[in-house]
């Protein structure tokens, strides 16, 4: 992302917000057909995360509390109108096999072919750890090249009950949303064009000012 140049926007409000950048009039200048295609760059492609799916959850108490952290995730998904939930389905060759939630983190063409068997953008683990010095959660985002790109932590010595842990979960999510690289995405780009998905539901208003890579 550092090595794409930010450009300064204008908003013009829409069901989706389209702008228009000072500099790509002189990029035409000697071109007849200035704007002859509409992509999304690879970076575009790879942080366009529209699906997740939740993987299943692990703690180091007989399960304790995975069923209930599985279920806010998916439920906190299901609510959250940026993204969809995808429905998990393993690799053909890995139904019925148990597998460690570090897999995830361990093994990035595992965490790949889940998410392409999946048909998901992206990848949501949970892994829950209860010791003397109290519980530990962690919560990772996997991208496409089953890469993670963002995780929140959150540990305690005195939270055991699971509607505690499910409160901390819901927060620990919101913080990972805050800390993706972007408030929202680029849906497409048409030469001088750029239609990102933020509205007036996200509390945008005609001549905001936003930063685009």
Same mark, same amino acid.
């Given at each position: !992302?550092?090595?794409?140049?930010?450009?300064? #926007?204008?908003?013009? !409000?829409?069901?989706?917000?389209?702008?228009?950048?000072? /500099?790509?009039? +002189?990029?035409?200048?000697?071109?007849? $057909?200035?704007?002859?295609?509409?992509?999304?760059?690879?970076?575009?492609?790879?942080?366009?995360?529209?699906?997740?799916?939740?993987?299943?959850?692990?703690?180091?108490?007989?399960?304790?509390?995975?069923?209930?952290?599985?279920?806010?995730? $998916?439920?906190?998904?299901?609510?959250?109108?940026? /993204?969809?939930?995808? +429905?998990?389905?393993?690799?053909?060759?890995?139904?019925?096999?148990?597998?460690?939630?570090? /897999?995830?983190?361990?093994?990035?063409?595992?965490?790949?072919?889940?998410?392409?068997?999946?048909?998901?953008?992206?990848? #949501?683990?949970?892994?829950?750890?209860?010791?003397?010095?109290?519980?530990?959660?962690? #919560?990772?985002?996997?991208?496409?090249?089953?890469?993670?790109?963002?995780?929140?932590?959150?540990?305690?010595?005195?939270?055991?009950?699971?509607?505690?842990?499910?409160?901390?979960?819901?927060?620990?999510?919101?913080?990972?949303?805050?800390?993706?690289?972007?408030?929202?995405?680029?849906?497409?780009?048409?030469?001088? !064009?750029?239609?990102?998905? #933020?509205?007036?539901?996200?509390?945008?208003?005609?001549?905001?000012?936003?930063?685009?890579?």
């Amino acid at each position: !992302m550092n090595s794409h140049i930010k450009k300064i #926007l204008i908003v013009v !409000m829409s069901p989706f917000i389209f702008f228009t950048t000072s /500099w790509a009039s +002189e990029a035409a200048i000697g071109n007849k $057909n200035p704007y002859p295609i509409n992509y999304r760059s690879d970076i575009d492609k790879l942080l366009n995360l529209k699906s997740v799916v939740v993987v299943p959850a692990y703690d180091n108490v007989g399960g304790v509390y995975k069923a209930a952290a599985e279920k806010k995730l $998916n439920d906190l998904i299901v609510d959250d109108h940026f /993204w969809s939930l995808a +429905e998990l389905k393993l690799p053909a060759d890995e139904n019925g096999k148990k597998f460690r939630a570090d /897999w995830f983190e361990e093994k990035s063409d595992f965490t790949q072919k889940v998410m392409a068997n999946s048909q998901a953008d992206s990848l #949501l683990s949970i892994i829950i750890t209860k010791s003397s010095s109290g519980i530990n959660i962690n #919560l990772v985002l996997y991208i496409k090249d089953g890469s993670p790109l963002v995780s929140v932590n959150y540990q305690d010595e005195k939270t055991f009950e699971i509607s505690k842990v499910n409160e901390i979960i819901a927060d620990l999510y919101f913080k990972l949303k805050q800390k993706l690289p972007y408030n929202g995405l680029i849906v497409s780009r048409t030469g001088n !064009m750029v239609t990102i998905n #933020l509205g007036q539901k996200n509390g945008l208003k005609q001549n905001d000012k936003l930063s685009v890579a």
